[in-house]
């Protein structure tokens, strides 16, 4: 069973630093890794998709790294802005179709 | 492209009741997967439909249930409503019958059982 963590589970920052997220997951049999942002009480909107033979993912200020064999996952946010608070969610999907997810990391970036 | 719609956006129901919440995938996207997220937890797999057969299902009872419709609409049904069945039910689309593809969700269904 995949088990996925995402540590640390909250985060507080000034305006302007850069953010460093974190997943891990149990089983590196995946498809790929997504990252996604969720605002309170809302959907999930895709970030990054990275397929299990890449090794990192950049989409504007948002770069995804992947290191299967060891099972982890890194999100970074440069420059952090306050619209980039919010609760980010790592998930992997595996040979059963689905998607696994972490708890998420709840960002605060400060004015 | 209107991307993966839902309804109702929330909906209060007593225990006990039945409730059906409806997606339509993105444009383009033939497979509808359904999760279950409670406060302050991830999303939790429930079931996926592909070519209007349920393919996949997670560690959810026969309480829910699911259908997919020839335009790859599709329903998510709960019978017998308890308090723990409250949380935000999501709706995720994507094509094809492989694992590789990007995940679209919706804005979600916001159930309250009372």
């Known amino acids: 069973k995949q088990e996925v963590t995402q540590i640390p589970a909250a985060l507080s920052v000034p305006e302007g630093e850069n953010l460093v997220l974190n997943c891990s997951f149990t089983d590196s049999a995946i498809y790929n890794l997504q990252w996604f942002r969720q605002d309170p009480g809302k959907g999930l909107t895709s970030l990054l998709l990275i397929q299990s033979s890449q090794r990192e993912q950049t989409s504007g200020r948002l770069n995804a790294s992947l290191d299967k064999s060891s099972g982890r996952s890194t999100l970074y946010i440069a420059a952090s802005q306050p619209g980039d608070s919010a609760t980010y969610l790592c998930?992997?999907?595996?040979?059963?179709?689905?998607?696994?997810f972490g708890a998420g990391t709840t960002v605060t970036v400060r004015a | 492209d209107a991307g993966v719609t839902q309804s109702p956006t929330h909906l209060i129901k007593t225990r006990g009741q039945q409730v059906t919440l409806r997606c339509s995938p993105k444009?383009?996207?033939?497979?509808v997967s359904w999760y279950q997220q409670a406060l302050g937890q991830g999303p939790q797999f429930i079931f996926q439909y592909y070519e209007e057969e349920e393919r996949q299902r997670g560690n959810f009872p026969d309480r829910f249930s699911g259908h997919q419709f020839p335009n790859y609409s599709s329903e998510l049904n709960v019978n017998a409503l308890l308090l723990g069945d409250s949380a935000l039910y999501l709706c995720a689309s994507s094509f094809g019958g492989w694992g590789n593809t990007e995940a679209f969700f919706g804005q979600g269904t916001r159930l309250t059982v009372v």
């Open positions: 444009s383009g996207h033939d497979t």
């Open positions: 998930a992997v999907r595996g040979n059963d179709y689905k998607l696994s």
